[in-house]
């Protein structure tokens, strides 16, 4: 479950709120106030940069033991994370309803839009790039999204419309494709994750 490239959450190791970020050098320092420290919110709201994005580049796709995936995080060139719920609604209407219809959701398809610019040699966005001619199974792996609240979703998703670079000739390669869970994802609350 550890990578290299863990991201503090605002449920722990926070101050205020500051999260702590790696020593600078003072070639390379990670902060304009020199203090090693990225903010974790403004006023109330949490800040999206702790939302942290996992793929299983082993194309392991056992949902009940996720300690063993590969997972390589998706940050670098990231910047745009969607949710989605797809849901499918049944919508009628009844005689005592005076008019007015009822909706009811009767099944959803949870997935993810991720989006940003192409890094190559980034372990993540080269494994789902790879996959972009892919079909079947060979497009299923296994995704976790910790939320910044420490919340998580995960399962076994398949790879969709994914866009391995392109663009305008001077500007930054994009990136994108959508993660569609198959069936149920499993969600942790933030407070099962303290």
Known sequence: MADGNVTPTSAAGTVGNVVPQPAGTAANNNSLAGDDTAPANIG???LNWQNKIEIATDGLDNVNDITKAAWARLAAGINNLTPAENDTTANDEYYDGEGFGTSDVTSKRYQFTV???RVYGDKAQDYIASKMLEIGDNLKTLMRVTFADGSQVYGIVTLTNIVPAGGQPGAKQTFS???????????????ANK
């Open 44 to 46: 109330k709201f949490l």
């Open 177 to 191: 494709f959508v993660a569609v869970f198959n069936g149920k994802p499993k969600f942790v609350p933030a407070n």
């Open 115 to 117: 989006a940003g610019h």
